[in-house]
């Protein structure tokens, strides 16, 4: 160990408080060096996992009819598997092993489907398909992962030929416009692929439904199927989730989100009756971020088709993302008055504030109106208002 420019350096290992190894060896605060010593001691780390490495764990059946099936190869070709092939390999697994249990089987593959497609939108990410050393370039990826580092030979090469499957079947299924989509969206290919075969014979019917201010209910009946967030998924019945996709981007609070929810009392959130806190985590987790995400890959397959009704699907999409009906009430809050109360009153108050630059002017203005319109609310908006005016 040698000191240079302050720093005290142990092998690769960077020792910035330099008095540490200076009061080693037998004094009063020796001790420390010793502790440093042992926290960088590999030997005493924890072991590192990866979840790459869960791809090739067989399924294990616990209970009365104990199972063990290992993962085949061929049914990890899941980069585009919707629930018909996930269905399929349930049932090809029933027929090689008849007591298991689809119920338990079948989470164990979606499970695996979401990781590999997890890695098709890193491949798409960080790769070009036509590129001619593509192969190389998939290997190379596969070899930098930790689920690489820590695997044995055998592994190593099963984690690399499905690599190769996964970009295999991205180069089949997925044209340049749906690679674009699935490196810029976080939704799993299958879903983008389905989204992009919706648009694109729905152009017409989306068309009309803008002309009839009806956008929303037919945008909303083709993402909702797809909305995975938890709080839709532990929904026992979803028949009410147009009506209360419409509500919340109407502007209605959470309040009234709840009294939908408890129209039907047979409705069941994770096992038990709807609270308000359910009804937020729906608008702003299940709406506000996973809905909005799928409209938002609506918005970007229409784009190079349709610029009108491009228009239009961005100021949806940010109905459904803020949970907001009039633009300038969405200005407001994207100006920074990020509260829905806020932002919605604001923008009632001034209703041809419809960017940044307009609320900017409401600001600035020689009435201060904008003063007397917060006074209600806490003084982090005043705040953000004289930030505006600046």
């Given amino acids: 160990m040698k000191k240079?420019?302050?720093?005290?350096?142990?092998?690769?290992?960077?020792?910035?408080?330099?008095?540490?190894?200076?009061?080693?060896?037998?004094?009063?605060?020796?001790?420390?060096?010793?502790?440093?010593?042992?926290l960088l001691d590999a030997d005493n780390s924890e072991p590192s996992l990866s979840g790459l490495l869960k791809l090739f764990k067989p399924f294990e059946q616990r209970g009365a009819a104990p199972?063990?099936?290992p993962m085949l190869p061929q049914w990890l070709d899941l980069a585009f598997a919707d629930?018909?092939?996930?269905?399929?390999?349930?049932?090809?697994?029933?027929?090689?092993?008849?007591?298991i249990s689809a119920a338990q089987f079948r989470p164990f593959v979606e499970?695996?489907?979401?990781?590999?497609?997890?890695?098709?939108?890193?491949?798409?990410?960080?790769?070009?398909?036509?590129?001619?050393?593509?192969?190389?370039?998939?290997?190379e990826l596969a070899t930098h992962t930790l689920g690489y580092f820590l695997a044995d030979d055998l592994v190593r090469l099963a984690l690399i030929e499905t690599f190769r499957m996964i970009a295999a079947s991205i180069r089949a299924h997925a044209d340049d416009d749906l690679q674009s989509i699935i490196r810029r969206s976080p939704l799993p290919p299958s879903v983008a692929a389905e989204l992009q075969a919706w648009v694109a014979a729905n152009l017409d019917t989306m068309n009309q439904a803008n002309l009839d201010g009806t956008l929303l209910d037919v945008v909303g009946a083709a993402v909702l199927p797809h909305a995975s967030d938890r709080s839709i998924r532990s929904m026992s019945d979803k028949t009410a989730l147009p009506r209360l996709l419409a509500a919340?981007?109407?502007?209605?609070?959470?309040?009234?989100?709840?009294?939908?929810?408890?129209?039907?009392?047979?409705?069941?959130?994770?096992?038990?009756?709807p609270t308000v806190e359910d009804a937020v985590s729906l608008g702003d987790g299940g709406f506000g971020y996973d809905v909005a995400m799928l409209v938002a890959a609506i918005t970007d397959l229409v784009?190079?088709?349709?610029?009108i009704l491009h228009t239009a699907l961005g100021h949806l999409q940010k109905r459904v993302k803020y949970g907001l009906a009039l633009p300038s009430a969405i200005a407001m809050y994207e100006a920074g008055f990020a509260d829905r109360v806020v932002a919605t009153a604001l923008g009632t108050i001034w209703p041809l504030a419809l960017d940044r630059a307009g609320v900017r002017a409401v600001?600035?203005?020689?009435?201060?109106?904008?003063?007397?319109?917060?006074?209600?609310?806490?003084?982090?908006?005043?705040?953000?208002a004289e930030e505006l005016r600046r």
Avoid at 256 to 269: F, G, T
Wanted: glycine share 6%; charged share 30%; with cysteine.
């Fill in 4 to 38: 240079e420019e302050g720093f005290q350096r142990f092998w690769n290992v960077i020792i910035t408080k330099t008095d540490i190894f200076d009061e080693r060896g037998p004094q009063k605060d020796g001790w420390k060096w010793e502790a440093a010593k042992r």
């Fill in 67 to 69: 199972v063990v099936q």
């Fill in 83 to 99: 629930q018909a092939r996930i269905d399929e390999i349930v049932a090809e697994a029933l027929a090689i092993q008849p007591l």
């Fill in 111 to 139: 499970d695996r489907a979401r990781a590999i497609q997890q890695i098709a939108a890193f491949l798409a990410a960080n790769m070009e398909f036509e590129d001619p050393a593509v192969d190389h370039r998939v290997q």
């Fill in 248 to 273: 919340w981007a109407d502007g209605r609070n959470y309040e009234q989100l709840l009294q939908i929810l408890e129209e039907n009392q047979a409705l069941r959130i994770s096992g038990r009756k």
């Fill in 303 to 307: 784009e190079p088709v349709d610029g």
């Fill in 363 to 384: 600001c600035r203005a020689p009435i201060d109106g904008m003063k007397a319109a917060l006074q209600p609310y806490p003084e982090y908006f005043a705040t953000v």
